[in-house]
């Protein structure tokens, strides 16, 4: 309300001499020119879990967590002269190695304790110690190692988490489709050489000559193939080279995922004849091959961080299932004449994060979709020089081939050199050169596994995971191996473990630009049916009835994925590979558990 300001008010006795006093009126409009502030216009009710969820929405920074659990089988002995090595080895022959190292009937004073030989040029045999693969060295006080006279190298407490293992954040941002790989069929030592792109190796194994009602194909990777879908062969049958699957396996175990048959329609020629080699593409729809054949490819990974962004701690007082394995080694059978106990074999686990943010907003993946995996990359470093340069490949040249490792280890081959630089340098007995492989930096480039991505279902397949190589440098330690040297067995290790960020749907969304809002950016367009393929993402929170989804801790701005996982150090041929292990699959040449024999006595 207010009061015209023109308006003036007289009281009554001025209005004139004598005037007598009065009751005065003013009758003022109620007219509203002002409005007052209302509780709920400065103090609103927010629901707390509504702010939440939407400032978690927003949110594009991560900081993951890891717990390494650590198997390890050290599995190759072998022997050395290079003093440092030698006097740290578990011995696996100290009786022999003492009589030949020391003089015969060479005493010391007590008649226990032998004389220092005159030739120290003599080997002793054993393992290298579990503090040469272990995650955190603690062998910083070794006397003639790595403190005190003698010592190999200077070693600082700082590196103590890098020494042996180096740890990163990467994400996978493209798609190398002119890899060249390799692989063998262990049962038939049956080989092939192809590049990535043009799809699968096959190798038929009941061909057309055989005059079965079936051709049987036989793939040394999983072939992803399910029954009624195509293929499309590297060869053709009368200018056809799409036949349709009408089978897979062939009733062994685990021949499903390996074999996989067309129908014999009375194929004459060349074409089918058994033992002919080739790849495949998969196709879901001839008819629609342009939008329904499947692409082959190996992924690139991009490094997000720097090493000295990983921090890693022992997990509390955790042990893992394997126990330790150890002895003590008594002074006369030593080549240094010291008592110590020996460590072939650990059971730690390990807690890794890292202290540097990484933020996704501007990031995408290999199909040019938002980033929905994260991966913690770890590299082996070797700082210690037992070790050559790191070698790459796959699940697939993980097999033994006539009891050996495959052709595609060799020190010699190009192909199977991976990207990352390898340093040396003259230990602080100047003697050398050891080798050790470089540390990774941000924006670094490394190879991935091995995949298969159809654009009509939107989905990728892993086939194979990328695996390292860690073999011995035979100048330093020498294996009881008579193989050449170029290559030797070694161990195995899968460098990336997937952490995933964000969920895309199990359902494919479909629609065009006319009548469906908000189709993302890295919708697939189908010319074929004129019409934008995808799947959504789905929310941070929200898992469906399959499982899909990521629910994970969000607090200042941040997620905190987790991650859980076993990281094993495999030696060659002992094990089925992690590639099987961890995609559930168990290849068909693996020797599985006979059943127990059943006689009288049962």
């Not at 009751?23 to 007219?31: A, H, K, R, S």
């Not at 590297?234 to 175990?253: I, K, L, M, R, W």
């Not at 990484?358 to 770890?378: A, C, G, H, W, Y």
Request: charged share 20%.
């Amino acid at each position: 309300m207010q009061i015209d300001p023109t308006t003036r008010i007289i009281e009554s006795t001025q209005r004139y001499k004598g005037a007598p006093k009065q009751d005065q009126q003013l009758n003022v409009p109620l007219v509203q020119t002002q409005k007052e502030l209302v509780e709920f216009d400065r103090s609103v009710d927010l629901s707390l879990g509504t702010v939440f969820d939407e400032e978690r929405q927003l949110s594009f920074t991560f900081r993951p967590v890891t717990k390494f659990m650590m198997v390890f089988e050290n599995a190759y002995t072998g022997s050395t002269t290079y003093v440092p090595f030698r006097d740290n080895l578990y011995y696996t022959n100290a009786i022999q190695n003492s009589a030949s190292y020391y003089p015969s009937g060479n005493s010391g004073p007590n008649g226990l304790i032998p004389n220092p030989p005159t030739d120290q040029t003599i080997p002793w045999d054993g393992f290298p110690q579990y503090p040469e693969f272990d995650f955190i060295r603690t062998d910083n006080d070794v006397i003639g190692y790595t403190a005190g006279p003698g010592k190999h190298i200077d070693f600082k407490s700082v590196s103590a988490t890098t020494y042996n293992w180096s740890h990163y954040l990467s994400y996978a941002f493209k798609n190398e489709y002119n890899k060249q790989l390799y692989a063998i069929e262990p049962e038939t030592n049956v080989s092939w050489n192809w590049v990535a792109s043009q799809g699968l190796p096959y190798i038929i194994i009941d061909g057309s000559d055989e005059l079965t009602r079936f051709i049987k194909f036989k793939c040394p990777v999983v072939h992803g193939l399910s029954v009624g879908e195509f293929v499309l062969l590297s060869t053709n049958y009368n200018g056809n080279s799409f036949f349709q699957v009408a089978s897979v396996g062939d009733g062994g175990e685990g021949s499903d995922n390996y074999i996989f048959s067309i129908r014999n329609v009375g194929f004459t020629g060349t074409t089918f004849l058994s033992l002919s080699q080739g790849t495949f593409k998969r196709v879901l729809n001839p008819a629609n091959s342009a939008d329904t054949i499947s692409e082959y490819y190996i992924r690139k990974h991009k490094i997000l961080t720097d090493a000295s962004c990983a921090v890693l701690v022992n997990a509390g007082y955790e042990q893992n299932v394997y126990n330790n394995k150890q002895k003590c080694e008594i002074e006369s059978l030593t080549p240094n004449l010291r008592k110590r106990t020996s460590v072939k074999e650990g059971s730690r686990s390990y807690t890794l994060s890292f202290n540097c943010d990484v933020n996704t907003l501007e990031l995408l993946d290999n199909q040019k979709r938002p980033v929905s995996e994260l991966f913690v990359t770890t590299i082996w470093r070797g700082y210690f020089g037992w070790t050559n340069k790191l070698k790459q490949g796959w699940g697939f040249n993980t097999f033994l081939d006539s009891g050996n490792p495959q052709v595609w280890w060799d020190q010699n081959n190009p192909d199977s050199n991976t990207t990352i630089n390898q340093s040396q340098y003259i230990s602080l007995l100047n003697t050398g050169p050891f080798y050790y492989n470089d540390f990774l930096l941000t924006g670094d480039t490394i190879d991935g596994d091995f995949c298969e991505w159809n654009n009509f279902e939107q989905l990728e397949r892993v086939i194979s995971l990328y695996q390292h190589k860690i073999t011995y440098n035979q100048l330093w330690f020498r294996l009881d191996n008579p193989l050449p040297t170029t290559n030797q067995p070694g161990y195995f290790y899968q460098p990336h473990r997937v952490i995933q960020i964000r969920a895309f749907s199990d359902y494919i969304e479909e629609g065009s630009a006319e009548n469906v809002v908000g189709i993302p950016d890295y919708a697939y367009y189908s010319t074929t049916n004129a019409l934008f393929r995808w799947r959504d993402l789905y929310p941070y929170g929200f898992i469906d009835t399959d499982g899909v989804g990521v629910d994970y801790p969000y607090l200042n701005d941040a997620q905190y994925p987790f991650l859980n996982t076993i990281f094993r150090i495999t030696p060659e041929g002992y094990n089925i590979p992690s590639d099987y292990a961890q995609l559930g699959k168990i290849p068909i040449n693996i020797t599985t558990i006979p059943e127990p024999t059943v006689d009288e006595c049962e």
